[in-house]
C-alpha cells in the first residue's frame, strides 16, 4: 500500500505566485453567531490579509468584501457538482448571481473553486467523475460572461489525492484508483493557466500518528529531517508540496500553478492543539511567506497560502475530531488568541466595534447536585448543541476544572448559543442564570458571551445544499504506511464518532 497524505484548512499568507504581497486565509462563518461581515473584513485589511477564500457564495461576506481591496476566491460546494452537470443553465446561473452579480457590485473576485476535497476516500468516488465536466461548465460560463481573463477556475483537492512509492517526495505520484481522472482536470487547468489548490495539515500528520515526528511538523525544527538525494526536508510543509510536485512532474504536469488552499493550526481541543504550538508553527509560516522562499523543487516560486482559518467556528461538526471549531488564528470574536510578528514591526491586531449580549451567563445551580442522574442527560444536551464542550476535554484549555466547573462551561456554551434565550438555561432546574463572571481565575479558560447580531437568515441565490451530501473537509480513512513525507489521514467518520460519544461520558 501507499503512503497517504494530509489532508486538509484558514490562515494569512501570502501565495505560491511570484511578486505577491500581503497574507490569505479562509473565511469559514460555520458559528451561531458569525463576526458581522464588516467587522470581519476589517479585521483581515487591519493585519495585512490581501487575500480570502470563501467555502460558498455567502452573501454577508461577499458584500462586504464589495470595494475592500481583498482579492476572493468563492467556492462551488461538492452537493452542486451533479447540477453543474446535468443541467445545461445551472452552470450560467450560478456565475451570474454569485460572481457577475458581486463583480458588479466590486467584489474583486479572482478564483471560482469548483468542489472542495471531492476526491476525498470516504466519498467512495462520489463525485470523480462530476469534476471536470462541473469545471469545463463553470469555466464556459465564466467566458460567455466575459470574466475569462479576470476570474480563473481551480480545484481544491486533499493531500490523500497523492502518494509516495519510497516514503521521500521524490516518490511522489496520484493514488492509483483517481490517476486518469485527475490527470485529465490538472491537464484543463494547465491548458487554462488556473492553478490547483492543494490543503496541507502538519497538525494532523501529528494528531493521528503517534509515531509522526513532532519537531517536523514545524517549520523551525530542530530534529527530524529528511533526506531525499541531495534535498533535505526540514518540515512536512516542504515534503508535502514537493511531493505533489513530483507527481506533476510524472504525468508531464511539472509547469501547473500551485496554490496552498489550506493550511493551519488549531488552539484548543485536543493534546498539541494548543495556543503555543499554534504560534510557533503560524510564526514559522509568516516568516517563511516574508522570506520569500518555495519549497525545494520550486525554490524561487513563492505560492498563495491560505491560512485557516481566521476565526474560530463554534457550530462546525467535531466528527474530525474535538479541535475542529478551534482552528481560527482569532477567536470566534476577532480577539486574540496570541501575537504574532509579521514583519516591518507589525502585530496582529484584534477586530475593533465588537458588540456583544448581555454580561450574564449560565452555570450549574450551587443547590444542584453533581451526581443527579439527570445530568449525564443533560449533559449530552448540552454537549450536543454547542461545541462548548470541546474546550473540557484531555489537551484542552479547560481540562483542569473540577466536575462541576465543566458541567456550567457547558450549560453557558449552550445558553450562549441560543442567543441567551431563558429557556436555553434549563436543564431540569440544574441551572441558573448569574451576573457573575464565572471564568476561573487562572485566565486561560474563559466563559464566553454571545456576539450581539442581527438575527436575520439570509439566504444564498442558489438552492440551499441538502445536509446528507453536503462536503466537509478532514474526514478520512488512516492510511497503512507513515512517511514524513506525507501526512496522514483522518480516522473513518465511524471511528471518530465513537471517539466523540466517549468524550462525551467521560466527565460523568
Given at each position: ?40 473584513v ?58 457577475t ?37 463553470v ?13 480563473q477556475v ?40 488556473a ?16 509515531h ?47 496554490i ?18 499554534a ?50 488564528i ?25 458588540k ?66 431563558k ?75 465513537a ?10
Amino acid at each position: 500500500m501507499s503512503i497517504l497524505l494530509v489532508l486538509a484548512f484558514c490562515l494569512l499568507w501570502p501565495g505560491l505566485t511570484k511578486n505577491v504581497a500581503g497574507f490569505a486565509c479562509n473565511w469559514g462563518r460555520v458559528s451561531s453567531q458569525p463576526l458581522p461581515g464588516d467587522i470581519a473584513v476589517k479585521l483581515m485589511k487591519d493585519n495585512g490579509f490581501d487575500k480570502v477564500k470563501l467555502f460558498d457564495p455567502d452573501p454577508e461576506a461577499l458584500k462586504a468584501l464589495a470595494n475592500s481591496g481583498i482579492k476572493v476566491m468563492v467556492g462551488i460546494p461538492n452537493v452542486y457538482l451533479e447540477e453543474l452537470v446535468e443541467n445545461n443553465n445551472f452552470a450560467d446561473d450560478w456565475v451570474a448571481q454569485n460572481v457577475t452579480a458581486y463583480v458588479e457590485d466590486g467584489v474583486d473576485i479572482r478564483y471560482v473553486a469548483v468542489s472542495n476535497e471531492a476526491f476525498l476516500m470516504d466519498f467512495k468516488d462520489r463525485f470523480i467523475h462530476k469534476v471536470l465536466p462541473a469545471l469545463k461548465a463553470v469555466k464556459a460560463s465564466l467566458d460567455k460572461a466575459g470574466l475569462g481573463k479576470k476570474v480563473q477556475v481551480t480545484i481544491p483537492i486533499n493531500a490523500d489525492i497523492y502518494e509516495t512509492s519510497n516514503g521521500l517526495p521524490s516518490g511522489g505520484d496520484f493514488r492509483a484508483n483517481v490517476t486518469d481522472e485527475v490527470v485529465e482536470i490538472l491537464k484543463f487547468l494547465n491548458d487554462n493557466n488556473a492553478p490547483l489548490a492543494i490543503n496541507i495539515y502538519p497538525y494532523l500528520s501529528l494528531y493521528y500518528d503517534s509515531h509522526f515526528p513532532k519537531e517536523y511538523a514545524f517549520f523551525n525544527a530542530t530534529a527530524d529531517s529528511l533526506v531525499d538525494g541531495n534535498i533535505t526536508y526540514t518540515n512536512a510543509f516542504d515534503g508535502n508540496l514537493d511531493t505533489l510536485i513530483s507527481a506533476l512532474e510524472k504525468h508531464d504536469l511539472g509547469s501547473l500553478s500551485i496554490i496552498v488552499g489550506e493550511v493551519g493550526w488549531p488552539t484548543n481541543g485536543a493534546v498539541d492543539a494548543n495556543i503555543a504550538n499554534a504560534q510557533r508553527f503560524y510564526q514559522g509560516l509568516v516568516d517563511r511567506i516574508n522570506s520569500k522562499k518555495g519549497p525545494p523543487k520550486r525554490p524561487n516560486e513563492i505560492p498563495d497560502v491560505y491560512m485557516f482559518g481566521l476565526l474560530d467556528e463554534n457550530s462546525k461538526s467535531v466528527l474530525p475530531g474535538n479541535f475542529e471549531p478551534h482552528w481560527g488564528i482569532f477567536n470566534y470574536d476577532g480577539s486574540i488568541k496570541y501575537q504574532l510578528d509579521l514583519g516591518q514591526g507589525k502585530k496582529l491586531v484584534p477586530a475593533e466595534d465588537v458588540k456583544y449580549m448581555k454580561k450574564q451567563w449560565c452555570v450549574l445551580d450551587p443547590e444542584a447536585n453533581i451526581d443527579d442522574p439527570k445530568m449525564k442527560e443533560n449533559w449530552k444536551i448540552a454537549c450536543g448543541a454547542s461545541t462548548g464542550c470541546t474546550s473540557v476535554g484531555n489537551g484542552s484549555i479547560c481540562e483542569g476544572l473540577d466536575n462541576r466547573t465543566k458541567a456550567s462551561y457547558a450549560f453557558n456554551s449552550f445558553y450562549q448559543v441560543t442567543n441567551q434565550n431563558k429557556d436555553g438555561c434549563v436543564f431540569n432546574g440544574l441551572a441558573i442564570i448569574t451576573d457573575k463572571d464565572p471564568s476561573p481565575s487562572n485566565g486561560t479558560c474563559k466563559f464566553d458571551i454571545a456576539l450581539d447580531v442581527e438575527k436575520v437568515v439570509i439566504t444564498s441565490p442558489a438552492p440551499a445544499p441538502s445536509p446528507s451530501i453536503t462536503a466537509t473537509s478532514r474526514v478520512l480513512e488512516p492510511g497503512s504506511k507513515k512517511s514524513l513525507a506525507m501526512a496522514t489521514n483522518k480516522p473513518s467518520s465511524i471511528v471518530t464518532m465513537a471517539m466523540v460519544l466517549g468524550f462525551i461520558f467521560i466527565i460523568f
